[in-house]
């Protein structure tokens, strides 16, 4: 356990340093701080507007975080042949994989948490009040960065850092798409189509689990049984996939 969180410490201060996180928070402040324009040009309650650009932003350029060094987190070791000096040492391919793991997990979560208060501050300074559904939308967009890490790392273990972004964006767009199919099945007669289309969808990663913006925005119920089983969800689809990326990383010959 000492290991994982020494790497875990050194990922996070390697991760921290990464030019391409500050671009992405600058864009991301830009665009919260942009969406009182787009208020403007809107009819309807210009501070729900606000909110939903807000959140989304969040969302989207959380997930660009999460994809982008992710992917890069093995290869920059294997690219730098560091990976050789750390696997000589008493340190199992698991240890490592986790602790690169946990900590960029940490470092989403510090920059994800800088988003939500300035997110929040700017909402108190446009009239509204603070929002406890802001923190909680922006806990469940953590969740999904999590399991985005979680697939990052898994392809990072097998292809180069652009195919591997390539994948993951793919994993994320299929994420929030998914739940279509579910209206599909619906206007399809039962049969074969039918129950194929619900084991694709059973299969597909479902994303739109972590989304609240809608009910953060508009203030509609949080059922506590549906909010605990979204966590479960991601919970448990990040562990199966960081088990099936250390398989993957247990076999490969750096040899």
């Known amino acids: ?22 671009l992405l928070l600058f864009f991301a402040g830009a665009t919260i701080l942009l969406s009182r324009l787009l208020s403007l040009l809107t009819v309807g309650d210009r501070l729900k507007v606000i909110m939903d650009v ?45 602790g690169k793991f946990l900590g960029l997990a ?3 979560l510090v920059l994800l948490s800088l988003m939500t208060v300035f997110f929040q501050a700017y909402v108190l300074l446009l009239g509204g009040g603070m929002n406890g559904r802001i923190f909680l939308a922006a806990l469940y967009i953590f969740l999904e960065m999590v399991l985005l890490t979680a697939v990052a790392v898994l392809f990072s273990t097998f292809s180069t850092p652009i195919l591997a ?32 289309l619900r084991i694709l969808y059973l299969i597909l990663p479902d994303l739109e689990n972590f989304n609240l913006k809608t009910e953060a925005v ?23 996939i960081l088990t099936l990326a250390v398989i993957i990383f247990r076999r490969r010959d750096f040899t």
């Open 1 to 22: 356990m000492r290991r994982i969180g020494v790497i875990a410490l050194n990922t996070f201060r390697e991760a921290v340093r990464d030019r391409i996180l500050y």
């Open 106 to 108: 940490v470092t989403l």
């Open 165 to 196: 972004s390539l994948f993951s964006l793919s994993f994320f767009l299929i994420g929030h798409f998914s739940r279509g199919l579910l209206t599909l099945i619906r206007k399809i007669p039962a049969g074969f189509s039918r129950t194929g």
């Open 54 to 98: 807000g959140l989304a932003a969040l969302s989207f350029f959380g997930a660009l975080m999460a994809i982008l060094i992710g992917t890069s987190l093995v290869h920059k070791e294997i690219d730098k042949k560091t990976i050789y000096t750390l696997l000589s040492k008493p340190l199992r391919r698991i240890e490592f994989l986790l």
């Open 218 to 240: 508009h203030g509609l119920p949080l059922p506590a049984a549906w909010l605990l089983t979204s966590a479960a969800y991601g919970l448990f689809y990040t562990l199966f």
